[in-house]
């Protein structure tokens, strides 16, 4: 499976931004997708990721409550929108795929996309 990450930008603390997660190659129905971000001198952390199988989701503790993902099968496609950023959610975002898995943990994605940056701040 391939997969294209969009949607980053620049945007004020307290303002929202929309990722998509395009994937091609293969259906995402037994995927899990997860969203992984690293900002300059730390490691990739996983944000949020859902298995498109039964719907679970898992998010970071850090975005609880203003991040939500979300996909649509139809379009294969996994969206992370994003409420009330701040400056400490300024990094290059990733999107990755897993065979079944369920999962926050990078290491255990087999499949990547390119990053898109997110820049908070004022």
């Known amino acids: 499976v391939q997969l294209q990450a969009y949607g980053g930008g620049l945007v004020q603390p307290g303002g929202s931004l929309r990722l998509s997660c395009a994937a091609s190659g293969s259906a995402l129905t037994y995927y899990t997708v997860g969203w992984f971000r690293q900002a300059p001198g730390k490691e990739r952390e996983g944000v949020a990721c859902i298995n498109n199988e039964d719907g679970d989701t898992r998010y970071l503790d850090s975005v609880k409550g203003r991040f939500t993902i979300s996909s649509d099968l139809a379009k294969n496609t996994v969206t992370l929108q994003m409420n009330n950023l701040e400056p400490e959610d300024t990094a290059v975002y990733y999107c990755?795929?897993?065979?079944?898995?369920?999962?926050?943990?990078?290491?255990?994605?087999?499949?990547w996309g390119r990053g898109t940056q997110v820049t908070v701040s004022s």
């Open positions: 990755a795929s897993i065979l079944l898995l369920k999962t926050l943990r990078a290491d255990e994605y087999d499949h």
